[in-house]
């Protein structure tokens, strides 16, 4: 059964021996407040911890972040999954048949997690790179996520973090911001070029920008592309990221 974690000071040594690889459970378990419950499958040497955000109403989902070095840990602190739709990331490999197991599976995207070495970085920003102006988060929402109102995220990660915009005429037609940011990591997400503003190194030069306000503050810049975008994966590994591992992200519903 899944032990509830009063004190989540005691599962830090254990999400702490790969910060980079456990960056968005981690951020989960100790950033970010929405996550009101973590669970081990054992204290006080736990072998997979399940940070929770409950739903607040019928109409939103749960959400999880699960971080596990054992099959049958992960099954364990699955459990505390409750009943309903649920929204997820698994850091690891081996746990995604328990979470497939313990899910009924609607979508689920397999990424490629990247890291980037400070001596592997080169730049290709420009001079024309300017932060994104928070009056652009609605049409980024609906390039990045069409089918969910992400509006009001994508604004507080315009104003919550590092971004890079290049304008033409006026309005913005690339970019690249942030998902999350830990004590060792800054995630980064969103990049995209509109379509006819591509093939001019406008990817590159974004990615770049961004890369080095990460650096800047002392941080490790990561990321993830989804395993079948394959200008993506050359644009991220041409930028000096490195691959980490292979993590998922989904959605399902969670049985009784």
């Not at 968005?24 to 040497?45: G, K, S």
């Not at 290709?124 to 089918?147: L, Y």
């Not at 650096?215 to 079948?228: E, S, T």
Request: charged share 25%; glycine share 6%; with cysteine.
């Amino acid at each position: 059964m899944p032990v509830l974690v009063e004190e989540r000071e005691v599962v830090r040594p254990f999400l702490y021996r790969d910060p980079v690889r456990n960056a968005v459970v981690i951020h989960r378990t100790f950033h970010n407040p929405e996550f009101t419950l973590a669970f081990a499958d054992a204290l006080p040497e736990p072998k997979a911890v399940l940070a929770l955000a409950p739903a607040q109403s019928p109409m939103e989902p749960h959400q999880f972040a699960l971080h596990a070095i054992d099959l049958d840990a992960a099954k364990a602190v699955l459990r505390a999954v409750p009943r309903g739709h649920c929204v997820y990331h698994v850091a690891d490999e081996l746990a995604f048949p328990a979470v497939r197991g313990r899910i009924n599976v609607q979508w689920w995207g397999e990424a490629i997690y990247y890291r980037l070495d400070p001596d592997a970085f080169e730049d290709f920003s420009t001079p024309d790179v300017r932060p994104v102006e928070p009056r652009w988060a609605g049409m980024i929402a609906k390039i990045w996520a069409p089918e969910w109102p992400a509006e009001e995220y994508v604004r507080s990660r315009v104003e919550g973090g590092p971004t890079a915009g290049i304008y033409e005429d006026g309005d913005l037609v690339a970019w690249n911001m942030t998902h999350l940011e830990t004590g060792e990591v800054v995630l980064a997400g969103f990049l995209h070029v509109l379509e006819p503003y591509r093939r001019r190194g406008y990817g590159k030069a974004v990615g770049s920008a961004l890369i080095k306000q990460i650096l800047a503050k002392g941080k490790i810049p990561c990321c993830h592309v989804y395993v079948d975008n394959e200008v993506s994966i050359r644009l991220t590994e041409s930028l000096g990221y490195r691959r980490v591992c292979l993590q998922a992200w989904g959605d399902g519903v969670a049985p009784p």
